[in-house]
């Protein structure tokens, strides 16, 4: 092996085995992290995986998980005999490193290898990026394809750059702002390499479009409506919210500084690198546009790429400088956005990370409780269905959010449109009125209500005598701010409906 491929070697042990390092630390110091979300999709894998359909609940066709390459992925995994939790660990870690990796590949391809190098730094110890590799979630997967696709675009690769794009694009919808930044881009320079692009894109969704349609009725994720309806911002918070955040710490404010250092620079001088500019700004479009709440792991996709063009805004700024105070001035902005980085850590690791652990721990008790008590099949009315849902796989889950069950999602579409009649300022109302939560359960009249006591109206349908007479508070958990509280049914209906 020559010298200078033992050194480039030495270079990327650090971006490879620090992702994985503190991702596992962080998982040993708080426990298992998995946000509610990616619970859903692996309750669709395993379903899959045991013959089931790709369904949530067995018979009901309705697609509620928005990353089905990810759900496929864990699906032969357990065909394979390897269990979903740690499967979905391992990958979340793998497309951390390979992010770090890739990113000083792009940079060192392209005759910026101190950029690149710097970016995967950053991002190796970037907090946040470890807490998106152990959340159970596909974004670290989307974010390792999405460098992929950088990379291969950049090196004039069209067939696999349109075959990396449809792969990222089955495993976040939203990717499809960086297949729109690429193929703008590469419009424009080469066309020919921009059509091979979208033939083959085209070429490998076809099959998925094509079952979609014929499986659910539409391709297109239905959790991207519900969550639309259950969490609606206007466009101008949803823009505010999410450009607050790259301003929201001293790091981050040194950070976008220097990524509009960058940004200035490739389009400038490099105009190959466009798509990396074009990106964020196309993706935060996007979100504002689907006046969604905005969510931390939206934007994790993102972050090896805006820290890509920041590294290129330090080296914009090192090279002021002349011979050694230009190192100097590198490796000082290097330590320093490091320290910035890593000083919330301690507090974030003993506080904010154990009250989200704290949250779903109440739900494996309230779900190991049901499974005690009650019987397979008994319908159970959830807040938050992730964990609730994992956990009692043979049972027939309503899930609030409309997400997994289509008819709660008619049920409060309803509800909307009727309180939008009586007053038009509730266009952003998150919670509706208590009529859809009763509707819900005299029409499944479930046997289980599990929630968060300030979601479903469960505080005034408790107060109702009617509702006292049917259900009863079988157990309480506090998790400050929140209660929640497991509901049982006092006695089985004569004819319950079927699901």
């Given amino acids: 092996m020559s010298e200078s491929r033992s050194y480039n070697n030495f270079l990327a042990l650090p971006l490879l085995l620090m992702p994985a390092v503190a991702s596992l630390a962080a998982v040993l110091s708080a426990g298992w992290l998995a946000i509610d979300d990616a619970y859903i999709t692996f309750r669709y ?12 609940n067995p018979g009901e066709r309705v697609l509620g998980t928005t990353t089905p390459l990810y759900c496929l992925w ?13 499967l979905a660990l391992v990958t979340g870690i793998l497309g951390a490193a390979a992010s770090s990796y890739l990113l000083w590949r792009i940079g060192r391809d392209g005759g910026l290898g101190r950029a690149g190098y710097a970016a995967g730094l950053l991002l190796a110890f970037f907090p946040r990026f470890w807490i998106s590799a152990v959340s159970g979630m596909e974004t670290t997967l989307a974010a390792g394809l999405a460098l992929l696709s950088l990379w291969l675009d950049y090196r004039k690769r069209p067939a696999l750059t349109g075959l990396t794009l ?11 702002s960086l297949a729109a930044a690429i193929l703008l881009v590469r419009l424009v320079l080469d066309r020919k390499a921009a059509l091979v692009e979208v033939l083959v894109l085209a070429l490998f969704l076809l099959p998925w479009l094509t079952f979609g349609w014929s499986y659910f009725g539409s391709p297109i994720p239905h959790s991207i409506e519900a969550k639309r309806l259950i969490h609606p911002f206007p466009w101008h918070l949803v823009l505010s919210k999410e450009l607050k955040w790259f301003i929201s710490e001293p790091g981050l404010i040194l950070l976008s500084g220097l ?12 105009r190959e690198l466009l798509a990396l500019v074009l990106w964020p700004i196309l993706f935060l479009a996007g979100l504002a546009a689907a006046q969604a709440g905005p969510f931390f792991w939206y934007r994790a996709p993102l972050i090896p790429a805006y820290l890509f063009v920041a590294g290129l805004g330090l080296e914009v700024l090192a090279g002021l400088l002349p011979g050694r105070w230009s190192g100097r001035l590198r490796a000082a902005l290097v330590a320093l956005l490091l320290g910035l980085l890593l000083a919330p850590v301690p507090t974030a690791l003993s506080e904010g990370l154990a009250t989200l652990v704290a949250k779903e721990r109440v739900y494996q008790e309230m779900a190991d409780r049901i499974r005690q008590f009650g019987r397979p099949g008994d319908k159970v009315f959830v807040g938050d269905v992730g964990v609730l849902g994992y956990r009692l796989q043979d049972y027939y889950l309503l899930d609030s959010s409309g997400i997994n069950s289509p008819e709660v999602y008619r049920i409060r579409l309803e509800d909307r449109e009727r309180l939008l009649q009586k007053d038009a300022s509730s266009r952003f109302d998150w919670w509706g009125t208590p009529e859809w939560s009763r509707q819900v359960i005299e029409t499944y009249q479930p046997r289980w209500i599990a929630s968060d006591l300030s979601y479903l109206h469960l505080k005034e349908l408790l107060a109702e005598p009617g509702f006292q007479k049917e259900y009863r508070l079988d157990r309480t958990w506090s998790v400050p701010p929140a209660q929640y509280g497991l509901l049982v049914r006092r006695q089985e209906p004569e004819s319950a409906p079927s699901p």
Wanted: glycine share 12%; aromatic share 10%; charged share 10%.
């Fill in 45 to 56: 894998a395993e379903n899959l995986a045991h013959g089931l359909g790709f369904v949530y």
């Fill in 74 to 86: 864990l699906a032969c995994g357990n065909l394979a005999g390897i269990p979903t939790l740690p």
């Fill in 166 to 176: 449809a792969a990222l694009i089955l495993t976040r919808p939203d990717a499809a």
């Fill in 259 to 270: 990524w509009f250092a960058g940004a200035g620079w490739i389009v400038a001088r490099r």
